[in-house]
Nanobody, 115 residues
Framework: QVQLAESGGGLVQPGGSLRLSCTAS????????MAWHRQAPGKERELVAS???????NYADSVQGRFTISRDRSGKNLFLQMNSLRLEDTAVYYC?????????WGQGTQVTVSS
């Protein structure tokens, strides 16, 4: 029983901020990496940010300096703080948990940046 659920998406003005959350119920699933991905209209799904069990982070060039990935102490909640949002950040955002070659996905949450 492995479940991921995103929340926190919505409509925001350019330059605004949103904080996405991903609640994980992973059970027996040794997770080495958790990540945020997004899929914009007409585009392929892309990696936005990743976080290893050891705390190392990686960011797409397009969000570097604007987005921050983090987790809480329990390990059950993953966050994506998004600042200085741009129109091109509009997408469905998904969280994922990785254990070796096995990946679990959340259902996605819509982020719309618009005036």
């Amino acid at each position: 029983q492995v479940q991921l659920a995103e929340s926190g998406g919505g409509l925001v003005q350019p330059g605004g901020s949103l904080r996405l959350s991903c609640t994980a119920s992973l059970g027996f699933f040794p997770t080495t990496v958790m990540a945020w991905h997004r899929q914009a209209p007409g585009k392929e799904r892309e990696l936005v940010a990743s976080l290893t069990a050891g705390g190392s982070t990686n960011y797409a060039d397009s969000v570097q300096g604007r987005f921050t990935i983090s987790r809480d102490r329990s390990g059950k909640n993953l966050f994506l703080q998004m600042n200085s949002l741009r129109l091109e950040d509009t997408a469905v955002y998904y969280c994922s948990a990785h254990s070796g070659a096995v990946v679990r996905w959340g259902q996605g949450t819509q982020v719309t940046v618009s005036s």
